[in-house]
T-cell receptor
Framework: KQEVTQIPAALSVPEGENLVLNCSFTDSAIYNLQWFRQDPGKGLTSLLLIQSSQREQTSGRLNASLDKSSGRSTLYIAASQPGDSATYLCAVDSNYQLIWGAGTKLIIKP | DVKVTQSSRYLVKRTGEKVFLECVQDMDHENMFWYRQDPGLGLRLIYFSYDVKMKEKGDIPEGYSVSREKKERFSLILESASTNQTSMYLC??????????FGPGTRLTVL
């Protein structure tokens, strides 16, 4: 059974720092991995989708990598800003369903 | 841009009421999903649909049913609402094995 883990559960860093969020999964047979952002009390915003055949995807200050063989993905945020404060969730598409991590709550201190 | 809309942002219902949550997407996606999100439990899949009039149970279908009469609309029904169904409900749509797009969520309180 696929399991997805996100570490750390919470992270607080000063504005301007580069940071990495981690996501690991137990079964490498995935179709894709998706990173989302969720602001308090709101829905989810899709950030990046990496297909199983890809190694990374970039969007602005965000870069996501995927290493299927080791069951890991990272989300790199460059030059963090207070507006990046949110909960970040990763999800793997496994057998037509998304399997979710519990999220990392990120706080960027001005 | 993909748009997924949900009928209500906040909803308060009484125990035993029948509750309808509606979701509409404008991107002609085959797949639509209903999740609930609770603190400490994360997102859990209730039902999904891969085509009109088709539905599949997710991880926690008990107490819920769904309806998909048109491709763009996926409804979640609570036949007899209970307090343990107080939650944030999130609808999503997407193509097979591709990106999922979420609506803004409905925060349901059952008293």
């Amino acid at each position: 059974k696929q399991e997805v883990t996100q570490i750390p559960a919470a992270l607080s860093v000063p504005e301007g720092e580069n940071l990495v969020l981690n996501c690991s999964f137990t079964d490498s047979a995935i179709y894709n991995l998706q990173w989302f952002r969720q602001d308090p009390g709101k829905g989810l915003t899709s950030l990046l989708l990496i297909q199983s055949s890809q190694r990374e995807q970039t969007s602005g200050r965000l870069n996501a990598s995927l290493d299927k063989s080791s069951g890991r993905s990272t989300l790199y945020i460059a030059a963090s800003q207070p507006g990046d404060s949110a909960t970040y969730l990763c999800a793997v598409d496994s057998n037509y369903q998304l399997i979710w991590g519990a999220g990392t709550k990120l706080i960027i201190k001005p | 841009d993909v748009k997924v809309t949900q009928s209500s942002r906040y909803l308060v219902k009484r125990t035993g009421e029948k509750v309808f949550l509606e979701c509409v997407q404008d991107m002609d996606h085959e797949n639509m999903f209903w999740y609930r999100q609770d603190p400490g439990l994360g997102l859990r899949l209730i039902y999904f649909s891969y085509d009109v009039k088709m539905k599949e149970k997710g991880d926690i279908p008990e107490g819920y049913s769904v309806s998909r009469e048109k491709k763009e609309r996926f409804s979640l029904i609570l036949e007899s609402a209970s307090t343990n169904q107080t939650s944030m409900y999130l609808c999503a749509s997407g193509l097979l094995n591709n990106e999922q797009f979420f609506g803004p969520g409905t925060r349901l309180t059952v008293l």
